[in-house]
Structure formats: C-alpha cells, structure tokens
C-alpha cells in the first residue's frame, strides 16, 4: 500500500482512480466509480468499481456494499435505455485484477456473452442427462444398436467417400 492514501500500487482501479490512467466515466457517487472496459465483450460494457482498494465485493463496508451495487443498478438502467440490451448481465470479480470490480455487459441473444452463459447453463444441466447414458437399460441399448451395425450393409459406405 501507498502510504496514506488507501491505494494499491501497482493497481489499475487505482490508478485510474488517482487520475493517473484515463478512463470513460459513466457514473460516480462518493464510494463508487462506473467506467467503460476498455476491453468490451459488447457495446457499452462497464466496469463497477469501489474507490477503496478492496480485493473481494464481501469485504467491502456495508455501505461501500450499498453504493456499489446501486452503482451498477444505476449504470444498467442507463444501458436498457441507451442500449436497448435483451438484458444487462453482471458479475464480480476480483481475482486477474485484485480489486473488487463488477462487469455490467449489455448482452443480446446470440451474442459471445449469451452462448457462453448458455452453455455454461447446459453443461450445469448436463450431469442428469449423462448420468442416465450409465443407466443400465441405455448401456444394453447402445451395446445393442452397435452390434447390430453392420457397415457392409450401411448405405454410408467407403465408396462414397471423397477424397481431398
């Protein structure tokens, strides 16, 4: 730590909160700084951040707790307007970069942010489905069908392969 100024060297947010790295300003109150990410996964993605160095939004002050998620309520609401976003996703985080900092991304459907939180859903939704593959009635009925495949009488033979 800096002396007596409560920031971290070596920190970005602290940086940027010193004024000694430009930044996009969207919002700010007493505790709390929104900023656009200068790396967006979408149009108008946004960045949350407490004006104390703080590594995790828990240990934040119940009132930094307070401003911070205010912010981020503020800073979506001003996205679902100027943005028109099916949704505004959020999280936080605090690990790459230590220093509490909610992503606020304006997301559509299809886009990177939706496919990947789709497919995260799917692979959390997933554990039933391949757990009923070990089932014992699926594993006689695949071992079935594939010794009953007899590709000699398949219509998908070598023959019809093509070259490249």
């Known amino acids: 730590m800096t002396e007596g100024t409560g920031k971290e060297k070596g920190c970005i947010f602290c940086q940027i909160l010193a004024g000694d790295l430009p930044c996009y300003r969207i919002y700010e109150d007493e505790l709390s700084l ?21 590594p995790w939004w828990h240990e934040l002050s119940d009132d930094e707790n307070a401003s911070l998620f205010r912010a981020a309520k503020v800073v979506a609401e001003k ?15 605090g690990r790459r970069i230590p220093h509490t900092h909610v992503f606020l991304v304006p997301t559509y459907s299809g886009d990177v942010l939706d496919r990947f939180f789709n497919a995260l859903e799917l692979f959390q939704e997933s554990p039933p489905v391949l ?5 014992k009635d ?8 594939l010794r009953e495949a007899d590709p000699k009488k398949s219509s998908k033979s070598k023959d019809d392969s093509v070259e490249c």
Do not use: Q, T, W
């Not at 990410?37 to 949350?48: A, R, Y």
């Not at 679902?80 to 099916?86: G, R, S």
């Not at 757990?131 to 089932?135: Q, S, V, Y």
């Not at 699926?138 to 069908?145: F, G, H, I, N, Y």
């Open 131 to 135: 757990a009923a593959l070990r089932e």
């Open 138 to 145: 699926s594993m006689e009925d695949v071992a079935e069908l």
């Open 34 to 54: 929104a900023i656009l990410d200068v790396n967006p996964f979408s149009i108008g993605h946004c960045l949350v951040i407490p004006k104390r160095h703080v």
């Open 79 to 93: 996205m679902m307007i100027a943005l028109e976003p099916d949704f505004v996703c959020m999280y936080a985080r």
